[in-house]
């Protein structure tokens, strides 16, 4: 499927099955972890200045940008060109860390606040996304949404990653984090795009969780 043609999608049997199975699981975890939420609101506002949630325009299914939201872990209005760097560095085939688990993340970033390194660490700074998944924006199980910026690196055939909605968890979250480098990240998440099943997502969700307690890759 051609990104033209994505735009032109029309949902089959099995994407309604996803989308229901994604307003499932995200209204499930917004009850389940709403104190979880608050806490984090609150250890955000106290711990530096500013929103505790950050919005930033992201590249979702056809490649059409939408507001994607997390909870704020770098200082207030903080410089975006150090990120900037890094993705320009990483597609150099620089390494950015000299952490084994995670050589392709920053994790010396003077940007990060103190709370921040927790959520990273955690991922708890990507609970805010299941409101875009409730909003029909993202999926629970998909590539990671890209920055538009990061698109000036891709080559033709990354694009297909974009047949799909965006997720909050996926093949490259389960199988590396920051572990792997972004050629592996993208075949990842072409593979999925192209190939994805319910029962793939199902198992990708089952996944995530002990990866996420592993915390491998993850800063």
Known sequence: MSLDEALRWKASPREFVKRALDIAVSVTAILLLAPVLVAVWVAIRLDSPGPAIFCQRRVGRGERPFNCFKFRTLRHKADDNIHRDAIRRVWAKEVLSNDPDAPYKL??????????????????????????????????????????????????????????????????????????????????????????????????????VPAVLRGRGAR
């Not at 047949?163 to 972004?182: D, E, H, S």
């Open 107 to 208: 994790t010396d970033d003077p940007r990060v606040t103190r709370v921040g390194r927790v959520l990273r660490r955690t991922s708890v700074d990507e609970l805010p996304q299941l409101v875009n998944v409730l909003r029909g924006e993202m999926s629970i199980v998909g590539p990671r949404p890209a920055i538009p910026y990061e698109l000036e690196y891709f080559r033709d055939w990354h694009h297909r990653r974009h047949i799909v909605k965006p997720g909050i968890t996926g093949l490259c979250q389960v199988r590396g984090r920051g572990r792997l480098g972004p050629d592996a990240m993208l075949e990842m998440d072409v593979e999925y795009a192209m190939n994805w099943t319910l029962w793939t997502d199902l198992k990708l969700i089952a996944l995530t």
